[in-house]
């Protein structure tokens, strides 16, 4: 067996067991709701109005997150117009839905390398920081939603605020890593080259000061949308909550998007937000059926805005010259 091979049978392998595991998630999720499809049921009788409220909101939520990734590839310098930043990130978030472990970022790396000359681990040294800081703001948005939970209904979920503080303990230790060995870390944690890449990345995210805060005002304002689009998820199925639960399901459901496993983390997203929905005194069946409803509002928007960028993404790709670019200069951070 040649290198080359040795190579792609730990891909080939990793596929079928992501493959496997996917079509489980997918036969326990419909087997579920097919057990409570009378709450199921009351999606095929949602008004038009809610249907477009909810996808209204979504639609803002990607248009936001579009301009996020812009932000972020604007300190390198490219020149970019609307299919390369919005197409890009609507043609990869839809890949999200069929690709599993987080392949889209593959995707827009080898685009911003194929057509903009940007080099692929930079451009995943980026999107790797961006995770990181994404998971940062949900830990505090999870951290007020705990709180306000706790202190208005006198519910404290043991479980829940275990899972808090091992999230934020990881999130600590980074932190601390990255501050006290920048981006030089030691020989033995090399041998982790995606550790690498994430330290790298968020190093240069903390360095753009100015970016930083932009960068706040777009998570703060897509996850203002987020947590009015869970409210309306649960109005529309006739339940009640309250906007300090909403921010807790949000903030959860954003930290399940991040560390994708499967295309979409179908079924998982949806058991992580029944078992939450059920330690906050609800029931389970509500927290899967609101995020089944609000995963499909933001899929709606990704798959009907990747499938109009589809075609001029791919073919600025094909048509785009294989060879060596000068590389973007990188602005140095205030």
């Known amino acids: 067996m040649n290198q080359t091979d040795q190579k792609k049978s730990p891909l080939k392998l990793r596929n079928i067991i992501t493959t496997a595991l996917l079509l489980v998630m997918i036969g326990l999720l419909v087997w579920y709701l097919y057990q409570n499809r009378e709450a199921v049921g009351q999606l095929l009788s949602l008004s038009p109005g809610k249907v477009a409220g909810m996808l209204l909101l979504a639609a803002g939520a990607c248009w936001i997150n579009a301009l996020y990734h812009k932000m972020i590839l604007d300190t390198y310098h490219l020149p970019m117009d609307l299919i390369d930043w919005a197409g890009v990130v609507f043609v990869s978030n839809a890949l999200a839905y069929v690709l599993p472990l987080r392949a889209d970022l593959v995707f827009s790396a080898a685009y911003y390398k194929r057509v903009k000359g940007f080099e692929i681990v930079k451009s995943v040294s980026v999107a790797a920081g961006n995770i990181v800081f994404g998971v940062i703001f949900s830990l505090i948005q999870m951290l007020v939603g705990l709180l306000s939970t706790g202190l208005a209904r006198g519910v404290w ?178």
Request: charged share 10%; aromatic share 8%.
């Open 157 to 334: 979920p043991g479980v829940l605020w275990l899972a808090f503080g091992g999230l934020t303990a990881l999130v600590a230790a980074f932190i601390v890593l990255c501050l006290r060995f920048g981006d030089h870390l030691p020989k033995a944690l090399l041998r982790v080259p995606k550790l690498q890449t994430a330290v790298s990345g968020f190093n240069d995210l903390m360095r753009n000061r100015r970016l930083l805060w932009r960068l706040l005002l777009c998570l703060t304002a897509t996850n203002l949308l987020h947590l009015f689009l869970f409210m309306m998820c649960f109005q529309a199925m006739g339940m009640t909550v309250s906007a300090d639960q909403a921010m807790f399901y949000s903030a959860v459901s954003r930290l399940c998007s991040m560390i994708a496993i499967v295309p979409g983390n179908i079924g998982i997203k949806e058991a992580i937000m029944g078992a939450s929905s059920s330690l906050l005194g609800d029931v389970f069946v509500n927290g899967v059926v609101v995020s089944l409803l609000q995963s499909v509002a933001i899929m709606v928007i990704y798959l009907i805005g990747g499938g109009i960028c589809a075609f001029p993404v791919v073919s600025r790709m094909k048509n785009a010259q294989t060879g060596p670019k000068e590389n973007p200069k990188e602005v140095s951070a205030p």
